[in-house]
């Protein structure tokens, strides 16, 4: 989903020797992963209020503004430190229109919609029991919503794992440095979310013959 990080980083080389257009190419590379990080999490009643593009314009100018600090102390890889700035400005999104959309601003991790693309059908065949038969199989859009369902009934750190892993494409390293956690422990969380992700797709009959207790 993220731009190659090599690229990236002489983008920023080039960004902290006062190269304004190294700093232009780098925002315009990772503008659409910006963008699909904002569609997948901000809440569609949210939608009817504010565009995805001015969320994705609110974190730009957020970036352009913060970046010289973060050159100073960078931290984290920059694709993390542009992803929680999105978050928190579709966080900002969520509060300030919380009363209209009858929305609480501590849901801001819930995911809007899965969608049926690759992510859900590689997800959904991984968690899918292979004793099921064809009939048994849901159809792309039902697996689809059935993932949504199931992803809803996790708490927020077991979901916000999976999406980052399968939806966000972040690996257990990315994972672990978001979260602030160990790799061993940011992947022992996400094996448990799974679990659970699976305990919810799963028919309980079928469940507890194939996952040990």
């Known amino acids: 989903m993220w731009p190659e990080n090599e690229q990236t980083q002489n983008?920023?080389?080039?960004?902290?020797?006062?190269?304004?257009?190294?700093?232009?190419?780098?925002?315009?590379?990772?503008r659409s992963a910006v963008q699909r990080l904002v569609s997948m999490r901000l809440d569609k009643q949210i939608r009817q209020r504010v565009g995805v593009s001015d969320v994705v314009q609110d974190v730009m100018i957020e970036a352009n503004?913060?970046?010289d600090r973060y050159l100073q102390n960078p931290g984290i890889d920059f694709?993390?430190?542009?992803?929680?700035?999105?978050?928190?400005?579709?966080?900002?999104a969520h509060r300030r229109h919380r009363a209209t959309a009858k929305r609480s601003v501590?849901?801001?991790?819930?995911?809007?919609?899965?969608?049926?693309?690759?992510?859900?059908?590689?997800?959904?065949?991984q968690l899918r029991d292979?004793?099921?038969?064809?009939?048994?199989?849901?159809t792309r859009r039902?697996?689809?919503?059935?993932?949504?369902?199931?992803?809803?009934?996790?708490?927020d750190l077991d979901r916000d794992i999976i999406i980052m892993r399968h939806y966000e494409q972040l690996s257990n390293d990315e994972v672990s440095q978001t979260l602030n956690l160990k790799p061993a422990a940011a992947s022992m969380r996400y094996l448990r979310a799974l679990r659970k992700l699976r305990n919810q797709l799963i028919?309980?009959?079928?469940?507890?013959?194939?996952?040990p207790s």
């Open 65 to 67: 503004r913060r970046i």
């Open 130 to 138: 292979s004793d099921l038969t064809p009939a048994a199989q849901a």
């Open 106 to 125: 501590d849901r801001e991790h819930r995911l809007v919609k899965v969608g049926v693309n690759q992510s859900t059908i590689n997800l959904g065949n």
């Open 203 to 211: 028919p309980q009959q079928i469940d507890s013959q194939t996952i």
């Open 79 to 92: 694709h993390l430190w542009l992803r929680q700035i999105a978050k928190d400005r579709i966080i900002d």
């Open 142 to 155: 039902e697996m689809a919503d059935r993932m949504e369902d199931a992803l809803m009934k996790l708490n």
């Open 11 to 30: 983008l920023l080389a080039r960004r902290k020797g006062g190269d304004q257009t190294a700093w232009n190419a780098l925002l315009q590379r990772h």
